[in-house]
């Protein structure tokens, strides 16, 4: 077989691949994963972990209201909590337009059982606010965050102290354009939110919410992945220039070592990858 009819081979194959539902259905599964586990969740826990920060340090929650020296640490400190704020709202609402994508484009079961759990997760209101914090930082201005210390027992043995990171409600609705969700929501809180709460609330809810329908995707794909590993098996047997039976226990092989399986790499004398072989798929 010569070069050029090996790469019309492949490329073909490689087509077919790409076009498979299966292979299809995993690549957009995997890219709602993607945004869930390298983005939103780890600027959630970046949020909470600043939030977090004035009451693991009384110094620093201290500094965060004094008014006597100039204030460079609360300075600091705003300019990180802005950026983590900023972030995490950009992240959670990403998420939710890649959602939207996919329910655009699918007509199935875990689309249906998505749909018919969404107002059970938008009847909780720090959903709501959440998503209007984000249109009034892209849209107005970012939220102005203020620092408040609650002392009990000054100055004795069981004194404690709590820091709270706020959000001035006046302020926030000097935008007119709050649903009348938020609007109902910020009413309860008085003259303003504590955020490290609804942070917190927000992102459990949106990280389990997604994370269900994602695992109800790759159930939903799994009836695909055997015609699309037959794909892979004949891809493999043209790369490596073997029969297709041998091609197949080689990836099988493969497939159970990458599961964490401490299993052997069948051999056809010489060593079919070399010494150290690289995973064929």
């Known amino acids: 077989m010569g070069d050029a009819t090996l790469d019309e081979e492949l490329q073909a194959i490689e087509g077919r691949i790409a076009r498979h539902p299966g292979y ?9 994963l993607a945004t869930i586990k390298h983005v939103v969740e780890p600027n959630w826990r970046e949020l909470l972990a600043a939030l977090d920060a004035p009451n693991a340090n009384p110094m620093l929650a201290l500094e965060l209201v004094q008014n006597v020296r100039k204030p460079v640490v609360r300075d600091k400190f705003r300019a990180t909590l802005d950026q983590k704020l900023h972030n995490y709202l950009a992240g959670a609402f990403t998420l939710v337009d890649h959602v939207r994508r996919i329910v655009e484009s699918r007509n199935d079961e875990p689309v249906e059982k998505m749909l018919a759990a969404k107002p059970a997760l938008l009847a909780n209101p720090e959903v709501s606010f959440m998503q209007d914090l984000r249109n009034f930082t892209l849209h107005r201005t970012l939220p102005v965050t203020s620092s408040r210390v ?3 027992a000054p100055n004795q043995a069981e004194m404690t102290m709590e820091s709270f990171i706020e959000l001035s409600i006046p302020s926030l609705l000097e935008w007119k354009k709050w649903t009348s969700t938020s609007k109902a929501f910020l009413a309860a809180q008085g003259d303003a939110v504590n955020l490290r709460p609804v942070v917190a609330k927000h992102g459990e809810l949106i990280l389990t919410f997604n994370t269900v329908f994602f695992n109800d995707l790759e159930a939903a794909n799994a009836t695909h992945l055997d015609g699309l590993n037959e794909l892979v098996t004949e891809r493999n047997a043209l790369l490596a220039g073997i029969p297709i039976e041998d091609a197949r226990r080689v990836t099988e092989s493969w497939t159970r070592r990458r599961n964490g399986e401490d299993v052997p790499i069948p051999g056809f004398g010489a060593p079919l990858f070399g ?7």
């Open 24 to 32: 299809l259905n995993y690549a957009q599964a995997s890219a709602l």
């Open 150 to 152: 609650n002392v009990t």
């Open 275 to 281: 010494s150290a072989p690289s995973d064929p798929q």
